[in-house]
T-cell receptor
Framework: AQSVTQPDIHITVSEGASLELRCNYSYGATPYLFWYVQSPGQGLQLLLKYFSGDTLVQGIKGFEAEFKRSQSSFNLRKPSVHWSDAAEYFCAVGANNAGNMLTFGGGTRLMVKP | GAVVSQHPSRVICKSGTSVKIECRSLDFQATTMFWYRQFPKQSLMLMATSNEGSKATYEQGVEKDKFLINHASLTLSTLTVTSAHPEDSSFYIC????????????FGPGTRLTVL
């Protein structure tokens, strides 16, 4: 069965510091991957996605992620965090042979110190 | 981009009553929509796949008689929580792909259900 793991439940970084949020997946088929951000009480906003091709993908708000097939990972990075980045971040994985349903990781709550 | 709306955004009801939540694709047609549930401080869990003109497909452990799904048109899917209880209080989110079988899903803003 497919699974998505976000090992870090909470992360706190200082404003201006770099950020990396981890995502590992277990899928039988070639996956496609997403990162979403959710502010309290709000819906999901897509940050970036990977379907195929270049394994380093750029997203909105200065985020990027790198797909590493050998490590089954799709970690999210940002070189300099802003206070407005504080939110919950979800990694999600889908596959064409899974009816395009998405499996979500448990989420990582990011807190930003001034 | 594709826009998905949900109505209502918040609902409070008494235990034992039924609540209907609507999910609409505003600028595209959606033959498939997905319903998720998100408990506080937890991730999204897929409840069911809503298929236009046919029965919904429910995930294991989700009671189909309690969570009624109707996808009567290409732009509207409804989720009815029947005989709601406090443990049904949650954030319900729907999504739809822009095209049938599309990889990317577009999410609604969610509906906060509180059952007293």
């Amino acid at each position: 069965a497919q699974s998505v793991t976000q090992p870090d439940i909470h992360i706190t970084v200082s404003e201006g510091a770099s950020l990396e949020l981890r995502c590992n997946y277990s899928y039988g088929a070639t996956p496609y991957l997403f990162w979403y951000v959710q502010s309290p009480g709000q819906g999901l906003q897509l940050l970036l996605k990977y379907f195929s091709g270049d394994t380093l993908v750029q997203g909105i708000k200065g985020f990027e992620a790198e797909f590493k097939r050998s490590q089954s990972s799709f970690n999210l990075r940002k070189p300099s965090v802003h206070w407005s980045d504080a939110a919950e971040y979800f990694c999600a994985v889908g596959a064409n042979n899974a009816g395009n349903m998405l499996t979500f990781g448990g989420g990582t709550r990011l807190m930003v110190k001034p | 981009g594709a826009v998905v709306s949900q109505h209502p955004s918040r609902v409070i009801c008494k235990s034992g009553t039924s609540v209907k939540i609507e999910c609409r694709s505003l600028d595209f047609q959606a033959t498939t929509m997905f319903w998720y549930r998100q408990f506080p401080k937890q991730s999204l869990m897929l409840m069911a796949t809503s298929n236009e003109g046919s029965k919904a497909t429910y995930e294991q452990g989700v009671e189909k008689d309690k969570f009624l799904i109707n996808h009567a048109s290409l732009t509207l899917s409804t989720l009815t929580v029947t005989s709601a209880h406090p443990e049904d209080s949650s954030f319900y989110i729907c999504s739809a792909p822009l095209i049938a079988g599309g990889r990317e899903q577009f999410f609604g803003p969610g509906t906060r259900l509180t059952v007293l």
